[in-house]
């Protein structure tokens, strides 16, 4: 693993879910600058993180990642960092409270900026029959309905770089004095080529990202020969998959060894988001596949991710069904012998109506803000790792 094999194996490989840039060469122009911005995590980082990952990975230790579906660029503010590092140290001090487990902490910040889309247009609702670029994050475009909001501009990314400077610095002053295991970790989705991989940097230990502490691969570019997945591998830092109803045990069994071929505890985390309908025919297969196949991975239920509806126009998730599929995340890997390792969620600290109880009818969507998924609001993300403990 090393920076030269990194960035041969990335060159020539299919990379799905680019936005569609106008103009390549002012893309290459941003990638060129960002290679020559320090890293924004460090090494050391990184290896801490690995360390509490092993402890998650052999069952001594919990995991709750969480954050924005889509941070946004104007709450790159210490204010507003805060609010986001502490809801999600309370979340972990729940679990350690009530498991009595050491609990890491990875945030869906510093760094979560840029999108996939289902499709790379978007009809305007209002039934105009306007068509636009689908907003794929603050790193590429903007959300307003309107074209030079919508057009892809490449210089995005290096404010993407800068925020997410400023919220880790943020984070930063948030845990010093703290133990490693009671940091908050960045992570985001390892999306957009020309952002990471100038950020893909040699180390002491081999090459690593420097975007991130933890980066995963989403569920529609995780193919085993894409660009997404040779990047994962090339780098050194603990990464994650998303797995949803399309990835079968054989998928699921080689990218655990193509990824983690030296086998480390820590290093891959599967996070499953097969949606309450499918998830117990799904799920059990995949996980006796990789316990008796694969190799070695930290196993996190991502409730969010397979229960996406629309209701009344607007996209929201409903409560039971992602307690419903935490439940049955928890029994299939009980009964592999697995460790349920946690939750991946999305939440914000404001008090948003995003996500809606069955029990509300008709549901009230009084305050709706997320540019991306409906996220869970303080008292829902609360709820949600309650429920989580119940089953353990
Ligand atoms: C996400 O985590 O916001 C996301 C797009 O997830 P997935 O790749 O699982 O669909
Ligand atoms: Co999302």
Not at 35 to 52: I, K, Q
Not at 182 to 190: A, D, G, N, P, V
Not at 232 to 251: F, I, Q, T
Not at 324 to 347: C, D, K, M, N
Request: aromatic content about 6%; glycine content about 8%; some cysteine.
């Amino acid at each position: 693993m090393h920076a030269t094999t990194t960035l041969a194996s990335l060159t020539g490989r299919t990379a799905v879910q680019q936005p569609y840039w106008p103009d390549p060469e002012a893309v290459e122009a941003v990638e060129r600058e960002l290679a020559r911005l320090p890293v924004l995590t460090t090494e050391e980082e990184t290896a801490d993180l690995m360390a509490g990952m092993d402890l998650v990975a052999r069952g001594s230790a919990l995991l709750v990642q969480g954050g924005d579906c889509a941070e946004r660029f104007d709450e790159a503010v210490p204010a507003l960092v805060r609010q986001k590092a502490d809801t999600l140290q309370g979340l972990a001090a729940a679990v350690r409270a009530g498991t009595g487990l050491p609990t890491v902490a990875i945030g869906r910040i510093a760094g979560q900026y840029g999108k996939p889309r289902s499709s790379p247009f978007e009809t305007e609702d209002s039934g105009s029959g306007r068509r636009m670029p689908s907003y794929c994050g603050d790193a590429v475009n903007e959300p307003q309905f309107e074209p030079a909001a919508r057009t892809p501009d490449p210089r995005r990314l290096l404010t993407a770089y800068t925020c997410s400077r400023l919220v880790l610095e943020e984070l930063r002053r948030s845990w010093s004095g703290r133990p490693a295991l009671e940091r908050i970790y960045t992570s985001h989705e390892l999306l957009l080529l020309p952002y990471e991989r100038p950020l893909v940097r040699s180390g002491a230990h081999g090459a690593y990202s420097g975007s991130a502490h933890f980066g995963w691969i989403g569920e529609r570019t995780r193919r085993e020969d894409g660009a997404h997945i040779a990047l994962a591998r090339a780098v050194r830092n603990p990464v994650g998959v998303k797995l949803g109803p399309s990835a079968s045990p054989e998928d699921a069994v080689a990218l655990s060894r193509s990824l983690n071929p030296e086998g480390l505890p820590g290093r891959l985390t599967f996070i499953v988001r097969f949606g309450a309908k499918e998830v117990n025919r799904l799920l059990p297969p995949l996980v006796r596949a990789v316990a008796r196949h694969g190799a070695p991975v930290v196993w996190l239920c991502d409730p969010m991710h397979g229960n996406g509806l629309k209701l009344h126009g607007q996209k929201t998730r409903l409560l039971e069904p992602m307690r419903a599929e935490t439940a049955s995340f928890v029994r299939a890997l009980r009964a592999y012998g697995q460790w349920p390792a946690g939750l991946h969620l999305e939440l914000t600290p404001d008090p948003v109506t995003e996500c809606v109880s069955e029990r509300d009818d008709p549901p009230r969507f009084t305050d709706y803000r997320s540019t991306c998924d409906p996220r869970l609001n303080p008292g829902q993300s609360a709820e949600m790792v309650a429920h989580f403990l119940s089953l353990l």
